[in-house]
């Protein structure tokens, strides 16, 4: 029988969660099941990556360790070269720690995880895996085991194109993003969530797995476009047909992922320990902050000059910062980074900061950034700057920005080249917030139990407790104790182990995807604003 169900919402937050199991006035309760859920269980907030951010917090997630250790801190690596700087996709092939799914299996542990991101190309595991964030074209070949896609070809209405998304389609709904386009654009991605959750439905009745974890990301998907509609101090009072239809579709999502959580969890059975944890929450960005561009009037940043031409207009409108590499010193890379990097000369000649200077010069940019100001208010734009050794350790720490910044409302900063440097947004979007969700229930968790916030960390600890094994020596996470009842915990003490294994063997398989369909996924990463 399955001891563990492990259940990925992305992006959920207590403030949406919260709303969907109160009673609203004409609308009742939208997830009963998850109310009831909660309130037979454990909850807690759950602390994010210091840059929340679905990469990094759903490896720390599956690995039990923080960037700095794990080595992925967004959805692309870059390097430079030469002058220049060359940005690649990260896949798991990049991730430096062991993942729970191998530490379960070479315990004799039988694993299902489906759909989290960077598990592309797979290792073989004690199971099966399908990677999440992946054309649909090559879910056949970075599945395991072998014989698994055609398995689930005998379910009902499978289709392997509601997996992943329709990348025309996404970049067609940003360009235009009419109310009709919006609406369309919700309905679309309703089925997604349905085809994963018929494949776990499957695997779970046929394999029984030990651990048995399944990632659903609509709900980051649909809050980022649509946050209007489902933070309670967003909706409006009086809403149009159209504003109440995409109220109800939002609705309607949801009911949904109440009735898929429901029958996994009464699957897994009564014996069997459930969690439910998110990367990441969300809340509202109000306005646009486009950092490259206060580095560009405070002296660190230049622009790479255009001249009119097919090839200049091109790199001026693509999807990373379009920079004089001769004269800049410090840029951040991606939207998604919330990072500064610097510049740092490898030898005398090269461009950016000598060595020496580095501590100074890096004070210095610390001291710009924090007066960083609303010109009518005074209020700091850049709420927090971390030094990347404050926030991060480890062997991949200097893979890190040198400077992670928290926005004032938690938002994405934009590296184009507009002015004004900040300004509002016409409406105000989804954006993450480093407070996620944890939840517990099942045999052994306490009864309408809230405790402190955990970190996202704790997670992986917590599966491998419940799967019955040690805790590796080298976690950086711990079993939330609080969660469990003093008689399991006194049956079933904590036990720690052996570190993990590092450096997982390379996976060198046929995984690998074109040129093409990589920029069809920085397209995708372009609506969600994560790129531009």
Excluded at 417 to 443: K, M, Q, S
Excluded at 462 to 472: E, F, I, M
Aim: proline residues 7%.
């Amino acid at each position: 029988m399955t001891k563990t169900l492990f259940i990925g919402l992305d992006g959920a937050t207590f403030t949406v969660i919260n709303e969907m199991i109160r009673d609203l006035p004409d609308v009742g309760v939208t997830m009963p099941f998850l109310k009831q859920f909660i309130e037979n269980g454990a909850r807690a907030k759950l602390l994010s990556t210091p840059n929340p951010l679905t990469p990094p917090a759903w490896v720390s997630i599956m690995t039990g360790r923080t960037p700095g250790n794990h080595g992925v801190y967004d959805f692309i690596r870059a390097e430079e070269k030469a002058g220049d700087v060359y940005f690649t996709l990260y896949d798991a092939r990049d991730i430096r720690t062991e993942t729970i799914w191998s530490i379960a299996s070479r315990q004799n542990c039988t694993v299902v995880a489906l759909n989290f991101p960077f598990t592309a190309p797979p290792l073989p595991i004690n199971g099966a895996l399908i990677p999440g964030f992946v054309p649909w074209k090559h879910l056949r070949r970075n599945t395991t085991p072998g014989n698994l896609y055609d398995r689930l070809k005998e379910i009902p209405d499978f289709d392997p194109k509601e997996l992943a998304w329709d990348f025309d389609r996404e970049k067609q709904t940003l360009e235009v993003m009419t109310d009709e386009d919006l609406e369309n654009w919700v309905r679309y991605h309703i089925p997604r969530d349905e085809q994963w959750f018929r494949i776990a439905e499957k695997l779970l009745k046929e394999d029984n797995p030990d651990l048995m974890a399944v990632l659903f990301d609509g709900v980051d998907k649909l809050q980022h476009q649509i946050w209007m509609f489902l933070d309670p101090a967003l909706i409006p009072a009086n809403p149009s047909p159209w504003q109440k239809r995409m109220r109800e579709l939002c609705l309607e999502y949801f009911r949904k992922l109440d009735t898929y959580i429901q029958r996994l969890v009464e699957l897994a059975g009564s014996e069997a320990q459930v969690f439910m944890a998110s990367d990441h929450g969300f809340t509202a960005t109000t306005e646009v902050v486009r950092i490259n561009t206060f580095l560009h009037e405070k002296g660190y940043l230049v622009w790479k000059e255009t001249d009119g031409s097919e090839a200049s207009n091109r790199r001026e409108s693509s999807w990373f910062a379009n920079l004089d590499w001769d004269k800049t010193l410090a840029y951040c890379r991606t939207p998604s980074s919330n990072g500064i990097t610097i510049r740092v000369a490898e030898k005398p000649g090269d461009p950016g900061v000598q060595p020496s200077e580095y501590e100074a010069f890096r004070e210095k940019l610390i001291c710009d950034l924090e007066n960083f100001r609303d010109p009518n208010t005074g209020e700091r734009i850049i709420q927090a700057i971390h030094k990347r050794e404050d926030v991060y350790s480890g062997a991949a720490m200097h893979e890190a920005p040198d400077l992670t910044l928290v926005l004032r409302d938690y938002g994405f900063v934009s590296i184009k080249n507009y002015e004004p440097a900040v300004e509002p947004r016409e409406t105000p979007g989804g954006t993450h917030h480093p407070d996620g969700i944890f939840l517990a229930g099942g045999y052994g968790i306490k009864s309408n139990y809230e405790g402190k916030r955990q970190n996202v960390v704790d997670v992986p600890a917590a599966l491998l407790y419940s799967l019955g094994l040690s805790v590796p020596a080298d976690f950086e996470g711990y079993v939330p104790e609080e969660f469990f009842t003093e008689t399991h915990l006194d049956l079933k003490p904590i036990k720690i182990g052996a570190s993990t294994v590092t450096g997982e063997e390379t996976n060198t398989g046929t995984g690998d995807i074109s040129e093409d369909e990589k920029q069809q996924i920085i397209a995708q990463l372009q609506m969600l604003g994560y790129m531009e």
